[in-house]
């Protein structure tokens, strides 16, 4: 059965440094979402992608986080400097498209943020 | 603005004993609902969604959830558990279907 992938899993690393996460969506899928989870919280959509378009970026913190997909496939998300709260689960999720009623999002396993 | 509350962070239940994971949503129009599951080491999954009709919806692994309009809930329950249930539980609502808005979730424990 077809996953998305995420790397890393893991991923330690001190405040202002710049970290950076991938994430491969299922083959064919043209919408792709980074959602980020906060220990004791629901995930949080930060960037959503239709193919290289992005959709809506209104809750990513776009003074430090930066997101692209520039083939239309996989997708980076980029935090530059990163801050002691941005430790959290960060989830990848794609669909085959837009409807969010009946295009079913599924999710990779994420990677998990320490900033020290 | 939407909102989802998940009242129990933990549920703990015996093998066997029903279960019912409660989550109540505030919202002045009309919303669709979702709730996600999350097995240990594995990504989120979709469990079971309302988007109208019958406002009782099921899952294929035993799982239900009914929509109460008039108490804004949209509880999940499942009659006999199993170990392989063991999972966090995400609530989530829908009001324009742009954007998914998730509850902080359940941790369902199953002893033996």
């Known amino acids: 059965e077809a996953e998305v992938a995420q790397s890393p899993r893991y991923k330690i690393t001190e405040k202002s440094q710049a970290v950076a996460f991938w994430c491969d969506p299922i083959s064919g899928h043209a919408t792709l979402y980074w959602y980020r989870q906060i220990l004791g919280q629901g995930p949080e959509l930060l960037v959503q992608?239709?193919?290289?378009?992005?959709?809506?970026d209104s809750q990513l913190p776009k003074d430090r986080f930066s997101a692209e997909r520039l083939k239309g496939v996989d997708s980076t998300l980029k935090i530059q400097p990163a801050e002691l709260g941005d430790s959290a689960m960060y989830l990848c999720?794609?669909?085959?498209?837009?409807?969010?009623?009946?295009?079913?999002?599924?999710f990779g396993p994420g990677t998990r943020l320490t900033v020290l | 603005a939407q909102s989802v509350t998940q009242l129990d962070s933990q549920v703990p239940v015996f093998e066997e004993a029903p279960v019912e994971l409660r989550c109540n949503y505030s919202?002045?129009?009309?919303?669709?609902l979702f709730w996600y599951v999350q097995y240990p080491n594995q990504g989120l999954q979709l469990l079971l969604k309302?988007?109208?009709?019958?406002?009782l919806v099921e899952s294929i692994n035993g799982f239900e959830a009914e929509f109460n309009k008039s108490q804004t809930s949209f509880h999940l329950r499942k009659p006999s558990v199993h170990i392989s249930d063991t999972a966090e539980y995400f609530c989530?609502?829908?009001?324009?279907?742009?954007?998914?808005?998730f509850g902080s979730g359940t941790r369902l424990s199953i002893r033996p």
């Open positions: 992608f239709q193919d290289e378009s992005v959709v809506d």
């Open positions: 999720a794609s669909s085959g498209g837009l409807a969010l009623l009946t295009d079913t999002q599924y």
């Open positions: 989530a609502v829908s009001v324009d279907a742009s954007k998914i808005i």
């Open positions: 309302y988007l109208s009709g019958s406002t």
């Open positions: 919202s002045s129009v009309s919303v669709y």
